[in-house]
């Protein structure tokens, strides 16, 4: 078998997520948002915003990563 440089691609199939938010968090996303918009000159819907500022704060999340670390070499399984 030939092995190469790239790996297999990860699984790449959306995954829908509905919750209910506060009212105050509901407006601070607005607000960002807005935030946003006077940043970069475009404005992009709060949905859309959301899984890149989880994904920014999962990766800056110190802890997060260095719990996960741990737990890959305890060989626990993590999703």
Do not use: C, H, Q, W
């Amino acid at each position: 078998m030939t092995l190469m440089k790239l790996s297999k691609l990860p699984d790449r199939t959306p995954v829908k997520l509905s919750m209910t938010l506060p009212p105050n968090l509901a407006a601070r996303l607005r607000e960002y948002a807005d935030f946003y918009a006077e940043t970069y000159g475009s404005r992009e819907e709060v949905a859309d915003l959301v899984p890149f500022m989880l994904e920014a704060f999962l990766d800056s999340d110190v802890d997060f990563r260095r719990g996960k670390r741990t737990a890959i070499a305890a060989g626990i399984a993590s999703s």
